[in-house]
């Protein structure tokens, strides 16, 4: 049977990528998607930009919209302190079991929680079934039609505190247009964003990072 993209992706990190190494594992999942196959994942020149704000913040609770193969979780995961909670969701079965095998690749499987499911029904339910209060960072790069209404919910589930920051993938390209309108006019945030490029091509993308002011 013919094997798919995530599948590929998966066997060129088992192949390239150094077990328990999660910087090796980002690059061969580059080198991968600019040499041989591209795929949406965020990418090295948008992944540093995700660095620096993961790094800058130290975050204690994370969450991520959109595991995909697992490549943002990884490098999110890799910077995070021991102790920290980062919770990724992603409802494709399929690639839920591409991305565990990816994370645990990294060495990172201990840092992670995938949750196979769709982020309308778990962000109601995160903080009983996870015992977290609010999130320090949320990573956004699941449907881009889904950005707006899913912050509209974490805002109503209390997921956010004074000082939350959401960072949003693809806001040019593909591109979001009602996330982008709703957080940059709305006063409850501070919305800065970082001009880059589409993962692995010169077209124009880039990162919306919103810190909520509660
Ligand atoms: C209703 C369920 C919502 N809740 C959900 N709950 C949980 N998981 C969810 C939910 N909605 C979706 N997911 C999962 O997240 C992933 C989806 C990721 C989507 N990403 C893009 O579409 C994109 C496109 C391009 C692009 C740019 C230029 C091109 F020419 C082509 C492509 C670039 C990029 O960087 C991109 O991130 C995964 C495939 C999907 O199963
Ligand atoms: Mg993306």
Not at 24 to 47: P, Q
Not at 94 to 114: P, S
Request: hydrophobic share 35%; proline share 5%; aromatic share 10%.
């Amino acid at each position: 049977t013919q094997s798919t993209r995530p599948q590929r992706l998966l066997s060129a990190v088992q192949k390239n990528a150094t077990r328990g190494d999660p910087c090796s594992v980002v690059r061969a999942i580059d080198d991968f998607c600019r040499h041989k196959e591209w795929a949406m994942n965020v990418g090295d020149e948008k992944g540093c930009i995700l660095d620096s704000v993961v790094s800058e913040m130290n975050p204690a609770a994370v969450l991520e919209l959109g595991t995909y193969c697992g490549y943002s979780t990884v490098r999110i995961a890799r910077l995070l302190p021991p102790d920290a909670k980062f919770i990724t969701l992603e409802f494709n079965p399929g690639f839920a079991a591409i991305a565990r095998q990816v994370i645990a690749w990294a060495g990172l499987e201990e840092k992670v929680q995938l949750v196979e499911g769709a982020s309308g029904d778990w962000i109601p339910k995160i903080k009983e079934q996870f015992g977290i209060k609010t999130f320090d960072l949320v990573f956004l790069d699941h449907w881009k039609d889904r950005y707006l209404p899913d912050t509209k919910l974490m805002e109503e589930c209390g997921l956010l505190r004074k000082g939350s920051v959401l960072l949003a993938d693809n806001v040019i390209c593909p591109g979001t247009p009602d996330y982008l309108e709703y957080i940059r006019s709305s006063p409850k945030y501070e919305s800065r964003y970082f001009k880059s490029h589409l993962e692995y091509t010169k077209v124009e993308d880039g990162l919306e990072k919103s810190i909520f002011l509660g």
